[in-house]
T-cell receptor, first 116, second 111 residues
């Protein structure tokens, strides 16, 4: 199984809503990532979890809250988002060799988020 | 610090023609380099990767790339374009815990 599964595929939410994005992998990877991608732009790194601990936060606003319940699961909790947060949110995983360059990222198909 | 630069935000070729997408890297250490493809409203799929083994790397769907240290380049090629190759292509270099993506090149294939 070389898949990273993201749910839901599409999400529409109001600015006062609370919602969560979910990501799952069963490849035994120990590093998991959240990326944000606006149309016609490359993915922008938001968070990295390494061995279930938050290792990188790219100065993401607190209305985005990541959670890694175990080595296979990654969540992104959303609260009080703004319309400019509308984007494709991608989850990825990698083997997670500490201190070494990442050999390969495996991406999910993403959640297309629209904030009204 | 690592970075990649993709030359040309849009490339248009005719079906059956050579595809050449350009990527130059900047890295203070021998890099790991990647090409990913993204179809509309989908995630990124790995085409091929260079991890300090053979300099000519073959990937999926007939794509290949050559690592040239003297030119700090890792250009992506395919001898004959197919309509299904139309997509966004990203070059990337990896560092500890991070990937650095280029700005992307949109490939258009004309019938």
């Amino acid at each position: 199984d070389t898949e990273v599964t993201q749910t839901p595929k599409h999400l529409v939410m109001g600015m006062t809503n609370k919602k969560s994005l979910k990501c799952e992998q069963h490849m035994g990877h120990r590093a998991m990532y959240w990326y944000k991608q606006k149309a016609k732009k490359p993915p922008e790194l938001m968070f990295v979890y390494s061995y279930e601990k938050l290792s990188i936060n790219e100065s993401v606003p607190s209305r985005f809250s990541p959670e890694c319940p175990n080595s296979s699961l990654l969540n992104l909790h959303l609260h009080a988002l703004q319309p400019e947060d509308s984007a494709l949110y991608l989850c990825a995983s990698s083997q997670g060799e500490s201190g070494r360059p990442t050999r390969e990222l495996f991406f999910g198909s993403g959640t297309q988020l629209s904030v009204l | 610090a690592q970075s990649v630069t993709q030359l040309g935000s849009h490339v248009s070729v005719s079906e059956g023609a050579l595809v050449l997408l350009r990527c130059n890297y900047s890295s203070s250490v021998p890099p790991y380099l990647f090409w990913y493809v993204q179809y509309p409203n989908q995630g990124l799929q790995l085409l091929l990767k260079y991890t300090s083994a053979a300099t000519l790397v073959k990937g999926i769907n007939g794509f290949e790339a050559e690592f040239k240290k003297s030119e700090t380049s890792f250009h992506l090629t395919k001898p004959s374009a197919h309509m299904s190759d139309a997509a966004e292509y990203f070059c990337a270099v990896s560092g500890p815990g991070k990937f650095y993506f280029g700005s992307g090149t949109k490939l258009n294939v004309k019938p």
